[in-house]
């Protein structure tokens, strides 16, 4: 599989979220959807299925996703697991927070950044996309006063600053945590935000969280993941017949972050991991009663798409069991929102499974299953990445204590100076 039709599969799964929009919902219904989603703040939770319907959340997604995929053909993005990762995090969080307007301004960001460092401009096109963790910062600048000129500069003016900060942050972070936290942009982006959140406020604004979390469209998504789910297992043995051969390697693979599955292993390993990843994620919801909906459906593609790059069912199991453990022992029910978020977002820690074992991965679990409920708290809802910004609170604590105590397993300078010359996430 190359590069094209790497980015063919991803708009032919684009084509089936406008499919399936069109279905369930009419034209006229889904233009007034899109509409409520792009004059939404979009903060954390708002779930576009409950804010404009099924329709208008799959097409909005579909177009979001399109748009990445086109960005990130022209910029010549190589065949490999960041590409697929980028467009994950554009498919899942396009179903709450990201809309096909307020992502530019922080793309255009990242754009400056490279003519100021003199630069291919494209080249940054990935992390300017990852960028868009803080795109409800552009809505919240464009909508709160109303839409007039002067709001509309200054939001287009704070993403533009947004997008140009943050490839530097982002390398910087990655240096703290050491790998540890696969959603590294998310750990950038809180920073940032926990900055730009007290001066907004400061000057009179005041962001605030919003909660749209629908519960009525379980069939339909059950249904739709159902059939992603299908098609990766079926063209992962279409493919290749022997497939077991190169997973078999693939999930006894350890290392920290990037860990390119896609470059090491082939295609049809890394689909097959994908829909395990997704078979498990997705079980997760449905044995804990929980719901299938615009947040949830869009974090099961996200952990299918890091099939491709450092997660699977060995590692991501026992961060999944710290974090139920952890819910069973607090004051929050099972099925919360942020609970559900919290169980599958945090697989972003699973490269602490690989690197320091299943023990350090329960308790990176249980702790991720506090962290990730309140640290989102001064943010306003603004990072959409709030889980990674809580596991990088996470692994930036146990990465030096798991180091000291377990010297035998500190990194090696060579595997670290590899990830930094990457800029994987």
Sequence with gaps: MGARKLYLTFFVFSLSLLAVGFAVSTPSEILRGLNAIICAEGTLITDYFALAGPGAAMVNS?????????????????????????????????????????????????????????????????????????????????????????????????????????????????????????????????????????????????????????????????????????????????????????????????????????????????????????????????????????????????????GSNGKNPRNITPIMLGVLIGTLLNTWHITAPQVQLAALFGTALAPIVDFYGTGAGLVAGFLHSAVALYAGSPLAGLNLYNNGFAAGLVSTVMYPLLSELLKHKKAKIDDVDYMFNNKIQ
Aim: glycine fraction near 8%; aromatic fraction near 12%; include cysteine.
């Design 62 to 306: 579909a177009v979001v996703t399109m748009i990445s995929i086109l960005l990130l053909y022209i910029s010549r993005s190589p065949f490999c697991g960041k590409t697929v990762i980028t467009l994950g995090f554009m498919i899942c969080f396009s179903m709450f927070g990201k809309n096909c307007l307020n992502i530019w301004p922080i793309v255009a960001g990242s754009w400056v950044y490279a003519l100021y460092r003199k630069e291919p401009i494209l080249k940054y096109t990935s992390v300017g996309l990852l960028s868009t963790a803080l795109s409800p910062i552009v809505s919240f600048m464009a909508l709160r006063h109303g839409v007039t000129p002067l709001f509309i500069s200054i939001a287009i003016l704070s993403g533009v600053l947004i997008g140009f900060v943050m490839p530097a942050l982002a390398d910087y972070t990655l240096r703290i945590h050491n790998g540890m936290n696969l959603y590294n942009i998310g750990y950038a982006a809180g920073l940032l935000a926990m900055i730009l959140v007290p001066m907004a406020k400061s000057m009179g604004q005041a962001p605030e969280s919003t909660y749209h979390w629908s519960t009525q469209y379980q069939g339909l998504l059950l249904t739709f993941v159902i059939f992603v789910l299908a098609a990766a297992y079926i063209f992962a043995f279409a493919l290749d017949r022997n497939v077991l051969r190169s997973y078999i390697p693939l999930l006894k693979s350890r290392g920290h972050a990037p860990n390119d599955y896609l470059v090491k292993f082939g295609a049809p390993a890394v689909l097959l991991n994908a829909a395990l990843n997704g078979t498990i994620a997705l079980a997760y919801i449905l044995l804990t009663g929980g719901n299938l909906n615009g947040p949830t459906f869009g974090v099961i593609m996200l952990i299918m798409s890091y």
